[in-house]
Each structure stands twice: as structure tokens, then as C-alpha cells.
Nanobody, 122 residues
Framework: QVQLVESGGGLVQAGGSLRLSCARS????????MGWFRQAPGQEREFVAA????????DYADSVKGRFTISRDNAQNTVALQMNSLKPGDTAVYYC???????????????WGQGTQVTVSS
């Protein structure tokens, strides 16, 4: 089992920034890739970004490319999502998730955190 705990959500005005963090524990060898997803009310959960624990390769959804940055701290076993130039359309519950390999599909991620709310006001 892999346990994931997110933190750092909140309320911010459009144009502002937030930094989300995800702490990983448990059978960490089974989670080579960490991803961030988000789900707005009435919408499907969507891919935001992913990063490899080893090579550090990254992947971003087009909607956040250039505004969001995913990073990892192997020593602390944490993954962060720095979100800049936030828009009201970024409002959602954000989830971190763990997978064995790179994928944008939610079904590819076996472990999920509880989610953290991000609200961007206009």
C-alpha cells in the first residue's frame, strides 16, 4: 500500500499562486510516477501533471503548461505542484496519485490522496 496526503489548498484571487504538496509513505517502490489530477463540480477528474521519481521526467496538460510546475524531493518523499497565474477555471479539488509508469489515465493510478480544495476567485 502507498499512502498519499495532500496539503496546501485554499482560496486565492485570479492571477495569484498556490503551492500544493503531497507526502508519500508505505510501499513506495510500487509508485515510480506521481501525478496531480483535479476535479471540478459536475466534471470528470482530469490529468494536470506527472513526474518520475527517478529520472525526473515530467508531463503537463496543455491547460496548465507554462503556469504550473511539478517537482519532487526524494529525500523528503514529497511531490509539489507550484501553481502560478491561477484562473477561476482552475478551481477544483486537486488529488495526488501514484502509478507504476507514466500515464494520463486515471485508471493507471492505483493510489490516491484524499484531495485538497483550490478555489480561485475572479
Amino acid at each position: 500500500q502507498v499512502q498519499l496526503v495532500e496539503s496546501g489548498g485554499g482560496l486565492v484571487q485570479a492571477g495569484g499562486s498556490l503551492r500544493l504538496s503531497c507526502a508519500r509513505s508505505g510501499r513506495t517502490f510500487s509508485s515510480s510516477v506521481m501525478g496531480w489530477f483535479r476535479q471540478a463540480p459536475g466534471q470528470e477528474r482530469e490529468f494536470v501533471a506527472a513526474i518520475s521519481w527517478t529520472g525526473g521526467g515530467t508531463d503537463y496538460a496543455d491547460s496548465v503548461k507554462g503556469r504550473f510546475t511539478i517537482s519532487r524531493d526524494n529525500a523528503q518523499n514529497t511531490v509539489a505542484l507550484q501553481m502560478n497565474s491561477l484562473k477561476p477555471g482552475d478551481t477544483a479539488v486537486y488529488y495526488c496519485a501514484a502509478a507504476r509508469s507514466f500515464t494520463r489515465r486515471t485508471l493507471g493510478y492505483a493510489y490516491w490522496g484524499q484531495g485538497t480544495q483550490v478555489t480561485v476567485s475572479s
